[in-house]
């Protein structure tokens, strides 16, 4: 079983619609999380780090639930430029540095 | 620089060549990470670095892999007689603060990675 696990996709919505991604991790030590958006060809970047308490920036919103090491992230509507590979990242500082990213889901946003 | 370099860009192998890749990361970055991307899949960590001292290389596929910091800045992966299945993208990131910080402060920027086919 991979420690980061994410549904690849690909996912086809329309301009406007909401999208949701699913990730899971099987650390329960792990500290840190984030979901990095990765365009083609290009190096990953920061969308947003992820609380427990949930936490909103603009039209994304990521919760963490760490009792079920589960990782969520939505998008309310959509953009064509927010076609890119959505990429869950736990990260842990005790027994290790280790920083595993998910395998990324596909999202293509059509007009 | 304003952020990660990485270079060269672009490398091509003879099996059993060795190569050298080489990491700028920003100013004042206290963490550093290597990773390699194959085609389709996320990044894979290979080793960490917190100023010259590289506390996790569990990441490292082989001992043909060697990661070296030595004076807490640019960074240097060799990897020793590439074999096929090192082709991929080698990834650097650097973070402002040490991963013992969680949070915020623990954002990896990336380079733009070098992509080694080995033929």
């Known amino acids: 079983r991979k420690e980061v696990e994410q549904d690849p996709g690909p996912f086809n919505v329309p301009e406007g619609a909401t999208v949701a991604f699913n990730c899971t991790y099987s650390n329960s030590a792990s500290q840190s999380f984030f979901w990095y958006r990765q365009d083609c060809r290009k190096e990953p970047k920061l969308l947003m780090s992820v609380y427990s308490s949930g936490n909103e920036d603009g039209r994304f919103t990521a919760q963490l639930n760490r009792a079920s090491q589960y990782i969520s992230l939505l998008i309310r509507d959509s953009k064509l430029s927010d076609s890119a590979t959505y990429l869950c990242v736990v990260s842990q500082n005790t027994g290790g540095f280790k920083t595993i990213f998910g395998a990324g889901t596909r999202l293509f946003v059509k007009a | 620089g304003a952020g990660v370099s990485q270079s060269p860009r672009y490398k091509v192998a003879k099996r059993g060549q060795d190569v050298a890749l080489r990491c700028d990361p920003i100013?004042?970055?206290?963490?550093l990470f290597w990773y390699q991307q194959a085609l389709g899949q996320g990044p894979e960590f290979l080793t960490y670095f917190q100023n010259e001292a590289q506390l996790d290389k569990s990441g490292l596929p082989s001992d043909r892999f060697f990661a070296e910091r030595p004076e807490g800045s640019v960074s240097t992966l060799k990897i020793q007689r590439t074999q096929q299945e090192d082709s991929a993208v080698y990834l650097c990131?650097?973070?402002?603060?040490?991963?013992?910080?969680?949070?915020?402060?623990?954002?990896?920027?990336f380079g733009p990675g070098t992509r080694l086919t080995v033929l």
């Open positions: 100013s004042g970055h206290v963490s």
């Open positions: 990131a650097s973070s402002l603060a040490s991963v013992l910080l969680a949070g915020l402060y623990n954002e990896q920027f």
